[in-house]
């Protein structure tokens, strides 16, 4: 199905740089860039080949900028259309002059996302993938990036498709139980035959990918860490020791951080968004108990807790607080101050409950940095590591409208599965084995509505 019209827009970030990209793509784009381009050394134009010329308006033959042009022919192109891209001089106003001679030249301006929506509707790349170029541009570590670049490939979808493809196949049985149940042959039964067996495995597969959407989620977006710790424990001094920045303010005063801080570090392949807190006590001050309040908010939606204690002191009620904090999470502790002399151990902290891994500190020390930051990384590679080592354990989902349409998957099949169990007709149980078979296309796009594109292509930016 190809678009009527004719679109153009910067694909390039608004703003000065070395080089902006214009880009066209419909039935008219070279007639368009022949109306606005004029080459160099005038020869035919070669798709996928540069050439040099000039922008030059058409109305006046007043030169714009001088710039490369270069063609790409349907099918074979990034939307599948005729496409046809200006890389000129890096300036807003250029690119904007750029811009109206293509929209004077018949072009309409592209909204966002259409470039890709128009790849998708043209089979050049499914929803999926689609969804994957955004993930790709949002991406903030190495991680985010990986997950992206798999799906982008085609991981998911194919797997996708697998799981589809045996829930058709379920299907088909099911029609051969349909067609025959009015005559008088024998047929294997519904157990023989599989069906229960099927169901059940396939609920597990689909599950499998379905859960891999808190990993997903944690790679793609990071890892929310947050510091508790009693007042002065060096939470703060922990912060900027690992942004490598005065973020927060240190003073020896007890309660001086008031309010949440946030800002985020690389670790290794992992994004690590840290919180820093007002400390975990009871106090009288009302700007820090709000503090305090926010603390708590704060520790009890992180992924992981970074628990503060101070080893030069012994330990308090608040030290205790700290400790019931973390049970049953994951984290990692941090005995602080053993530059100075000791008041508490390890031992102490175990001996009291506390159940995470412990690292011995000095968050004054920067050359204690390379071991913290080793620390933490392994207690996030812990959080994003599969559950089962099974082969498509690796494969994860990052998105909500992903996580749904598995949910929908599943509820299907366990319906389904219910109804085969309770020998309802095989009609009643086709019905629920299409309705799974339906959310999984939906994943990829087989089946999709406009509100469906529109919500997806809605986030890209417009050039895209
Ligand atoms: N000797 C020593 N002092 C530290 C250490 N970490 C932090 N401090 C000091 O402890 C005080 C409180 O630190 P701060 O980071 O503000 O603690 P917070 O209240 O938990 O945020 C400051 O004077 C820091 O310089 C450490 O490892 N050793
Ligand atoms: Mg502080």
New binding site residues.
Partial sequence: MYAADTIVASATAPGIGAVAIVRLSGPRAFEILDAIFRPAHPAELTPRTMRLGDVVDPATGARIDRALAVVMRRPASLTGEDVAEIQCHGGPFVVRRIVALALDAGARMAEPGEFTRRAFLNGRIDLAEAEAVADIVAARSDCALAIALEQLSGALSARVAELRAQVVAIRAHLEVEIDFSDEDISLPSRREVGNETEIERLIADVAVLHDSFARGLLMRDGVRATIV?K????????LNLLLGADR?I???I?G??RDVIEDSVQLGPYALVLN?TA?VRDSTDDIERIGIERTMRSARDADLLIA?FDSSRPLESADLDVIRLTAGRPGLAIL??R??PAAIAAADLRERGLNIPILP????HLEQAGALRAELTKAIAALVAPSAPSSDAQLTISRERHRDALSTALAALKNARTAALSLMPPEIVAVDIMAAAAALGSITGEISSEDVLDAIFRDFCIGK
């Fill in positions: 710790g007042p002065n424990a060096g939470k703060s001094s922990l927060a240190v003073t020896a007890a001086t951080t820093d400390g503060m602080n101050k530059d100075l500190f000095s968050a004054i």
